[in-house]
């Protein structure tokens, strides 16, 4: 079992600069890959980003590249995402998500957080 809770949302005005954080609990060991996601009001849950157990491997939507970024601190079992330039279209709940091997599709994450809600005003 591994628990997920994320935090960092909130609203903010276009362009600007939101860190969400996720904390997992559990056991983390067998789940090296922790990815974020998001899903918007009517819309299905989409990939974000995902990273390795060593932060060396990498890999982040088109729709976010250059904006944001995807971190982890092993020690404190914490994976970050800091958003900047930020839109109104990335307006949603957003999502760490824990998997076995490399995913950028749902079914290949095991465990989810609660989510927080991240609302982009223009």
């Known amino acids: 079992q591994v628990q997920l809770v994320e935090s960092g949302g909130g609203l903010v005005q276009a362009g600007g600069s939101l860190r969400l954080s996720c904390a997992a609990s559990?056991?983390?060991?067998?789940?090296?890959?922790m990815g974020w996601f998001r899903q918007a009001p009517g819309k299905e849950r989409e990939f974000v980003a995902r990273i390795s157990w060593s932060g060396e491997n990498i890999y982040y939507a088109d729709s976010v590249k250059g904006r944001f970024t995807i971190s982890r601190d092993n020690p404190k079992n914490t994976v970050y995402l800091q958003m900047n330039s930020l839109k109104p279209e990335d307006t949603a709940v957003y999502y760490c998500a824990a998997a076995r091997q490399f995913s950028q599709i749902r079914e290949g994450y095991d465990y989810w957080g609660q989510g927080t809600q991240v609302t982009v005003s223009s």
């Open positions: 559990g056991r983390t060991f067998s789940y090296r890959v």
